[in-house]
């Protein structure tokens, strides 16, 4: 796509930092560093997310993860954990729609990232529960 960011990263029309590449992917460090190491892993393919994949593409790039999440920890002795974090449309953080998945090491619990679910599990039934699980297998 000739005016997406992550697509010039992929082709080295804009410079990056790059720490994995195949045929399949490229890895690079996300300009923000959230935590030391934070690493950007995006299929080489324009998509613009997660809902675009089909099975192989999903096989390319989720197959990467493992071998890029230990070398962040083997060359980041203090990291203690991985978060992984694919955020898909604007109400969902996204901000550049090539995907990406993000990769980051962490150090301690109050650095670089925050998670926080909310707990709703007083404010429905057990029929809405199940009710709801229904309604999206029906959608596979
Ligand atoms: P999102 O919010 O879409 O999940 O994440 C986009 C990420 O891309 C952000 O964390 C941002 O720092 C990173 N980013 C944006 N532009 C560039 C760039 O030109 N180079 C690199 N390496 N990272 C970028
Ligand atoms: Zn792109």
């Known amino acids: ?3 997406c960011i992550f697509c010039k990263i992929v082709a080295g029309e804009i410079p990056s930092a790059k720490v994995y590449e195949d045929d399949k992917v490229y890895a690079f460090l996300d300009t923000s560093q959230a935590t030391e190491g934070h690493t950007l892993l ?3 393919v324009h998509v613009e997310n997660l809902m675009e994949y089909d099975e192989s593409l999903a096989a ?3 197959s ?3 071998k890029i999440s230990r070398a962040i920890l083997a060359a980041n002795p203090e990291a203690k954990g991985i978060n992984v974090l ?3 449309g604007e109400v969902a953080y996204q901000t550049v729609f090539h995907s990406h998945i993000h990769i980051i090491p962490r150090y301690s619990k109050e ?3 925050a998670v926080s679910f909310a707990n709703n599990q007083e404010s429905y039934t057990q029929e809405a529960f199940q009710e709801r699980a229904q309604r999206i297998a029906a959608e596979i």
Do not use: I
């Open 1 to 3: 796509m000739t005016d």
């Open 42 to 44: 995006v299929p080489k």
């Open 60 to 62: 390319d790039v989720f």
């Open 64 to 66: 990467r993860l493992p």
């Open 86 to 88: 694919n955020n898909n």
């Open 111 to 113: 650095e670089g990232f």
